[in-house]
């Protein structure tokens, strides 16, 4: 694995935009860590990637890290090989080998200077609140069981969007740098018992959103 930031540092790869979902529950979130026995959910893709790629070297960036737990539906990263297989072929062959709580949605050619963190222009987080007791989505839920004041959150909503200083809503070692973030939208819907939040910012510090939706609620 390359460094972070960097392509291969013998070039000759080429670069591939990559779509994903995952389901987070069994991951210590998408960024690879140190420890080898940490599960995430990019360390899981490399390893599988350099199954595929007989050992060769392979770079796998992704737009941004993600909590513990975190799923995610959309998830934009960047795949850098020196291969000869088609997008997909490379896509179909790492599905196939992928745990099936991970899934490649697209493989496409990319500029050999996109960079799937650098060229993000915003990232979306959808928050789902369970008004009532539901049997299917309890991974996928806050189980809160109790009905919520949809206005008045409305309201509150407003108040966030635009660019803050999240510091209060921040972990201690987020502190070390810069915590304004630009809310660019804040919406709240209710659908089939559920009440939806859906949050697009620059980025998100770590827990950000489950404590300003705590806040609302």
């Known amino acids: 694995m390359a460094k972070r930031g960097e392509g291969l540092r013998d070039g000759g790869g080429q670069r591939f935009r990559v779509v994903l979902e995952f389901d987070g529950t069994a991951y210590r979130g998408w960024q690879k860590q140190g420890e080898k026995s940490v599960r995430t959910v990019q360390g899981v893709i490399l390893e599988r990637a350099v199954e595929l790629f007989a050992g060769g070297k392979v770079d796998l960036q992704g737009n941004g890290r993600t909590d513990a737990g975190v799923h995610a539906l959309e998830y934009t990263a960047h795949l850098e090989v020196v291969t000869r297989l088609s997008p997909d072929e490379i896509k179909d062959a ?91 939208a804040l919406r709240l819907e209710r659908v089939a018992g559920m009440l939806l939040v859906r949050v697009v910012a620059s980025h998100f510090l770590w827990h950000l959103v489950r404590r300003l939706v705590g806040t609302m609620a």
């Open 94 to 184: 790492l599905n196939r080998l992928l745990p099936r709580d991970i899934a490649i949605l697209e493989l496409v050619p990319a500029d050999s200077r996109f960079h799937a963190r650098h060229h993000c222009v915003g990232r979306s987080y959808l928050y789902q609140i369970a008004e009532e007791p539901r049997a299917f989505f309890r991974r996928y839920v806050w189980d809160l069981d109790a009905a919520l004041d949809l206005s008045l959150m409305q309201q509150t909503a407003t108040l966030f969007v635009g660019m803050h200083d999240c510091a209060a809503f921040a972990e201690k070692q987020e502190l070390k740098k810069s915590t304004l973030v630009l809310i660019k």
